[in-house]
């Protein structure tokens, strides 16, 4: 062997990383919205309540390794094995404790669709499923990662609900009143960065959605990150003399036909945000229940319009989407135009 090539695999100095290299678990330090979700947790084992919590090697991705410092004995870390970890999950469920897991959305309601649907759904096991990362907000990940089927997935599932809160106290308060529930849930959530739509922890209740306001030229009804964003693309459209309301419609499934059905009444209009396949999503959801109650006006649904979505970070993705507030109030005014 010459001298170069025994140079070549010599022990090299320790790596010193750059500042300006990314540091995953640094970068994730700085997403507030991350801890939301061990709190709720942390608060639940302390009232009494026999929590467990898992991964699937992504407790600095949603949040759990505040969850696992505080309570290791009751953290789990799955490794890269999505579907087992959720099979265990309806075993433990079995046992008598309540396990709260959580993986990439993309992984959790379409890889393991299978384990979801006949170990836990099909079994009524209170399992509580955390898909995060939802929608196109893993960016460069590409395609792959990107969960833009879930919610039709999820929802097609007997007796399992499907729940999309708008930020990171809707979540902590969905979390905790999950506790009360006893069927399986499918939580829908974002990526830690979402802007805060609720300052304290909102009231949450299954099946019951959140009125911001009505209005008599559009009703917009969004979920997740989206709603944000369409409470901004109102404020925009009111300034344009149009009345326009909000709902936020977290509860997916089940799903507050009350609160659609008095949006119905009050516009000839109404448009549904998501970060989604327009497709068995949010907007099918709604569209079902208008129809069977004879809405005469029209529907415009808005969101992923049935395509793979695009490579790019989050940001870019959502205004080349039109799901930032500058193209939700440009949809609805080419809604509003038509005839």
Request: net charge negative.
């Amino acid at each position: 062997m010459s001298s170069q090539s025994t140079s070549q695999l010599s022990p090299q100095q320790p790596h010193q990383l750059s500042p300006q290299s990314w540091q995953y678990r640094e970068l994730n330090a700085k997403n507030p919205g991350l801890d939301y979700l061990s709190d709720a947790l942390i608060e639940l084992v302390e009232q009494g309540y026999p929590v467990v919590a898992g991964s699937a090697d992504l407790q600095y991705s949603n949040g759990l390794n505040r969850f696992s410092a505080a309570y290791p004995e009751r953290y789990i870390a799955f490794g890269i094995s999505e579907q087992n970890m959720v099979s265990a999950a309806a075993g433990m469920a079995t046992s008598g404790v309540m396990p709260f897991v959580a993986t990439f959305a993309s992984f959790l309601g379409l890889l393991c669709c299978e384990q979801i649907r006949m170990d836990i759904a099909y079994s009524a096991l209170p399992v509580r499923l955390i898909g995060h990362h939802t929608g196109i907000s893993l960016g460069f990940y590409g395609t792959s990662h990107h969960a833009t089927e879930d919610i039709g997935t999820m929802r097609s599932i007997a007796d399992l609900a499907v729940i999309s809160p708008a930020d990171g106290n809707e979540l902590k308060a969905a979390i905790k009143a999950s506790a009360h529930y006893d069927k399986p849930i499918y939580f829908r959530i974002g990526r830690g960065r979402d802007p805060v739509v609720y300052e304290s922890e909102p009231e949450f209740e299954f099946g019951k959605a959140k009125i911001h306001q009505l209005g008599s030229d559009l009703n917009i009804i969004a979920c997740g990150m989206t709603v944000y964003e369409s409470l901004a693309a109102a404020k925009l459209l009111q300034q344009q003399g149009l009345s326009v309301g909000v709902i936020n419609m977290a509860s997916i499934k089940p799903i507050d036909a009350e609160a659609i059905l008095q949006a119905a009444a009050a516009s000839s209009r109404m448009m549904t945000v998501e970060e989604h396949n327009v497709l068995g999503g949010l907007g099918a959801a709604v569209a079902e229940v208008i129809s069977e109650h004879g809405y005469a006006g029209k529907l415009k649904r808005h969101g992923i319009y049935d395509e793979y979505s695009l490579i790019a970070p989050p940001t870019h993705l959502y205004h080349h989407y039109r799901l930032d507030s500058e193209g939700i109030k440009d949809v609805a005014l080419e809604f509003l135009n038509q005839s």
